[in-house]
Antibody
Framework: QVQLMESGGGLVKPGESLRLSCEVS????????MNWIRQAPGKGLEWISYISSSGSTRFYADSVKGRFTVSRDNGKNSLFLQMNSLKADDTAVYYC??????????????????WGQGALVTVSS | SYVLSQAPSVSTAPGQTARITCGGD??????VHWYQQRPGQAPVLVLYDDSDRPSGIPERFSGSNFENTATLTISRVEAGDEADYYC????????????FGGGTKLTVL
């Protein structure tokens, strides 16, 4: 049974940092590409980061590029999101999400097949 | 970056068919994926690659994608289908990024 469990959320002040963790079970993290996706209160879903199985390839949304860093420790079945210079707009539930996808004819697609329950991050003075 | 457009809300009576659309420029050449999010819960994948269902998703959920509109169709709608539904693509034209539509709230009357 695939399980993803986020931790590390909480209340921080603007400009501060926070590190989210995601511990997974029921599948091989070392074979899996992963994502972080967030949802502001009462709003829609926003993809923010992707990391390949080895960690060698990472993509970020423009809204977090240069402030957030995704990493992983396959030996500990864990994914991380280091969030620096936090702003009020970063207030959201952050989901750790397992990726599926493929490339065909030079074009690639990815979708999000398993989600954690989310960790709430609140940025407020 | 690529933009996906969804109507904010759709209403359907139990037993009827609900159609939730997702608009995008020439979206028909992209693979579209759909998620269901019930209140207070994490999203769940209900369709991938336009019309494929993950294990455990009822056959009542189907999809199509042509020209500028992708459609999620829910047949024989049940009260438990009431949720927010999001479409999603992977955009490779403006860098590599996931893109979601704004979501559609399905109300079962």
């Amino acid at each position: 049974q695939v399980q993803l469990m986020e931790s590390g959320g909480g209340l921080v002040k603007p400009g501060e940092s926070l590190r989210l963790s995601c511990e997974v079970s029921g599948f091989s993290l070392s074979d899996s590409y992963m994502n972080w996706i967030r949802q502001a209160p009462g709003k829609g879903l926003e993809w923010i980061s992707y990391i390949s199985s080895s960690g060698s390839t990472r993509f970020y949304a423009d809204s977090v590029k240069g402030r957030f860093t995704v990493s992983r420790d396959n030996g500990k079945n864990s994914l991380f999101l280091q969030m620096n210079s936090l702003k009020a707009d970063d207030t959201a539930v952050y989901y750790c999400v397992k990726n599926s996808g493929y490339c065909h004819g030079g074009s690639c697609t990815n979708w999000f097949d398993s989600w954690g329950q989310g960790a709430l991050v609140t940025v407020s003075s | 970056s690529y933009v996906l457009s969804q109507a904010p809300s759709v209403s359907t009576a139990p037993g009827q068919t609900a159609r939730i659309t997702c608009g995008g420029d020439n979206i028909g050449i992209k693979a579209v994926h759909w998620y269901q999010q019930r209140p207070g819960q994490a999203p769940v994948l209900v369709l991938y690659d336009d019309s494929d269902r993950p294990s455990g998703i009822p056959e009542r959920f189907s999809g199509s994608n042509f020209e500028n509109t992708a459609t999620l169709t829910i047949s024989r709608v049940e009260a438990g289908d009431e949720a927010d539904y999001y479409c999603q693509v992977w955009d490779t034209d403006s860098g590599q990024q996931g893109v979601f539509g704004g979501g559609t709230k399905l109300t079962v009357l």
